[in-house]
């Protein structure tokens, strides 16, 4: 089943002679419980469309739909709702709330909703991510490793359509790097749940499913590696 459909996507920076064209033309569509990496080299596009696909920013033109429902024909609050219950953002650097602890840093799209937490999904979340016992624990309390569980529970809280990481181990050590990996991809496989990840490292790329390269804005090899 179609859970994402990208169609003639462009993302352009400035005016005229100075304008830069970071997305040119870019169509694809992404399967429910696919995996799906995308690669490219610095200023390659790859993060500014990772940043669409999140409704973080908006293209100059072209669609994106999300389950169907075109993201940008969405109003202010729409947009607001969707990103809180239709997409989970993993960054490089964590972006948790240092003043919140493991359980509220996690739960924090749930309760911005002002909906209940459903708590043994939250209990089944911190198992998963080998969190019990630090669920009072402030983000710097945390490794680095740790605060990455914690970021990857908090975009899986929401059972959201679609986790987007943007160089999820990117700030981490190789054993840090394989247990994020490994997680992420548990979370996959356990949860159906579709996962569209930046990253520079083949050989993280290579675990995904399907690995789509960006060079100057445009989708330049777009292969299935296992289905």
């Given at each position: 089943?179609?859970?994402?459909?990208?169609?003639?996507?462009?993302?352009?920076?400035?005016?005229?002679?100075?304008?830069?064209?970071?997305?040119?033309?870019?169509?694809?569509?992404?399967?429910?419980?696919?995996?799906?990496?995308?690669?490219?080299?610095?200023?390659?596009?790859?993060?500014?469309?990772?940043?669409?696909?999140?409704?973080?920013?908006?293209?100059?033109?072209g669609k994106v739909y999300m389950g169907g429902q075109d993201v940008f024909a969405q109003n202010e609050e729409e947009l607001a709702v969707f990103r809180r219950r239709q997409v989970g953002l993993i960054?490089?650097?964590?972006?948790?709330?240092?003043?919140?602890?493991?359980?509220?840093?996690i739960t924090l799209p749930i309760l911005m909703d002002g909906r209940k937490v459903n708590e043994k999904r939250l209990q089944d979340m911190i198992h998963t991510l080998h969190l019990e016992g630090r669920?009072?624990?402030?983000?710097?309390?945390?490794?680095?490793?740790?605060?990455?569980?914690?970021?990857?529970?908090?975009?899986?809280?929401?059972?959201?359509?679609?986790?987007?990481?943007?160089?999820?181990?990117?700030?981490?050590?190789?054993?840090?790097?394989?247990?994020?990996?490994?997680?992420?991809?548990?979370?996959?496989?356990?949860?159906?749940?579709?996962?569209?990840?930046?990253?520079?490292?083949?050989?993280?790329?290579?675990?995904?499913?399907?690995?789509?390269?960006?060079?100057?804005?445009?989708?330049?090899?777009?292969?299935?590696?296992?289905?």
């Amino acid at each position: 089943m179609e859970i994402l459909k990208v169609e003639h996507l462009k993302k352009t920076y400035g005016e005229g002679e100075n304008a830069v064209h970071a997305l040119d033309d870019v169509s694809f569509s992404v399967e429910k419980g696919e995996f799906v990496a995308i690669i490219g080299p610095s200023g390659s596009g790859k993060s500014t469309l990772l940043h669409i696909l999140g409704a973080v920013d908006v293209p100059t033109s072209g669609k994106v739909y999300m389950g169907g429902q075109d993201v940008f024909a969405q109003n202010e609050e729409e947009l607001a709702v969707f990103r809180r219950r239709q997409v989970g953002l993993i960054y490089q650097f964590y972006n948790l709330i240092p003043v919140l602890n493991v359980r509220e840093n996690i739960t924090l799209p749930i309760l911005m909703d002002g909906r209940k937490v459903n708590e043994k999904r939250l209990q089944d979340m911190i198992h998963t991510l080998h969190l019990e016992g630090r669920e009072k624990h402030l983000p710097n309390q945390l490794s680095g490793g740790q605060q990455q569980r914690v970021s990857i529970g908090r975009a899986l809280m929401n059972a959201p359509a679609v986790v987007l990481a943007d160089e999820p181990t990117g700030n981490l050590d190789s054993r840090n790097s394989h247990e994020i990996m490994g997680l992420l991809k548990e979370s996959n496989k356990a949860y159906d749940q579709t996962l569209i990840m930046i990253t520079h490292d083949e050989s993280i790329a290579l675990q995904a499913d399907r690995i789509i390269a960006i060079e100057d804005g445009r989708i330049t090899r777009d292969e299935v590696i296992r289905s």
